[in-house]
């Protein structure tokens, strides 16, 4: 017997200790558990989260949403999962999550349940730089406008196969974390958006690597980025390496995780030599450090 209305919404409880929600009826039957885990157990401004769903048949299509914004599931551990992106300038708060199960001659049933982001304080950054890099002449300012809406048009391609696999790699040697990630800038006094990568300090020629396997989206020359590579993981997952002294790679190329794509260097607005390195899911500006933190096993 199919469950009425009332079985189609969902019960839920929240495990605080894991982060993770159980759910406690099967949108499918009753006897199926569908289970939603959320990694890291506490999800903050900036993070990148790692959302788990098992229970659902393997014949069913699965499509969600945190925020109204849609997220990219593949097979995964058993069952299904997602990267989640919390942007850098997300509110701390609940933030409303749905899930649809879809079955061959059944009516699409829904999960819901809300995901707590926690607040993240970030430091104030001043900086000195030349006035022609920050006082901008309408030709420059153009130039930076068209490539930033460039940018902003590759980030929310998504691609529907995934490239990367297991844990993510430092982008350059050393031991010595990035830095800088959320910083609110106040550049020769004027107040700037906030540095949405992280900053690893490195002598120019200094080999960068790909974090995980991937496929190059862009090489070019930008006013601000200076050189740059961006390479597409799949699923609405980009890394950024910004401010290359070169770029050894070319558009299309498919690389894997610890290859070389060029090297360190002080091009674009850059105070000198470093590597600016960022990370997006989907249109979510994440603090890619917390890459480095998936345990994600295949």
């Known amino acids: 017997m199919k469950p009425g209305p009332a079985g ?8 605080a200790s894991v982060g993770q929600l159980t759910v406690l009826a099967s949108p499918l039957s009753a006897h199926v558990k569908v289970k939603v885990g959320w990694r890291p157990a506490q999800v903050r401004v900036g993070d990148v989260a790692w959302m788990e769903i098992q229970g659902v048949p393997d014949n069913a299509a699965l499509e969600g949403s945190l925020g109204g914004r849609p997220l990219a599931f593949f097979p995964y551990a058993g069952g299904r999962a997602a990267l989640v992106g919390i942007d850098v300038e997300t509110k701390a708060g609940t933030q409303p999550w749905r899930l649809a199960v879809m079955t061959a001659g059944d009516p699409p049933q829904t999960i819901e349940g809300r995901l707590k982001v926690h607040r993240r304080d970030f430091p104030v950054q001043r900086l000195t730089l030349p006035t022609k890099m920050v006082d901008l002449n309408p030709e420059t300012e153009r130039r930076a406008v068209s490539e930033a809406d460039q940018l902003r048009t590759l980030y929310r391609t998504v691609t529907p196969e995934r490239f990367w696999r297991g844990r993510f790699t430092r ?19 004027q107040p700037k958006a906030p540095h949405t990568g992280i900053d690893f300090g490195a002598a120019p020629g200094t080999p960068v690597v790909a974090v995980n396997d991937g496929r190059v989206a862009l090489v070019a020359n930008f006013f601000f980025p200076g050189r740059l590579v961006v390479i597409d993981h799949g699923l609405g997952l980009y890394t950024l390496y910004f401010h290359l ?4 790679v070319t558009d299309g190329d498919r690389v894997h995780r610890g290859q070389p794509i060029g090297a360190v260097g002080a091009t674009g607005r850059a105070t000198g030599p470093h590597l600016h390195f960022g990370a997006h899911v989907g249109a979510a500006r994440i603090d890619p450090a917390t890459l480095f933190e998936l345990t994600v096993t295949d």
């Open 171 to 189: 982008p350059v040697g050393g031991t010595e974390p990035g830095t800088g990630f959320g910083s609110r800038r106040v550049i020769n006094g």
């Open 8 to 15: 189609l919404l969902l019960a839920a409880a929240l495990l």
């Open 245 to 248: 002294q070169e770029a050894t």
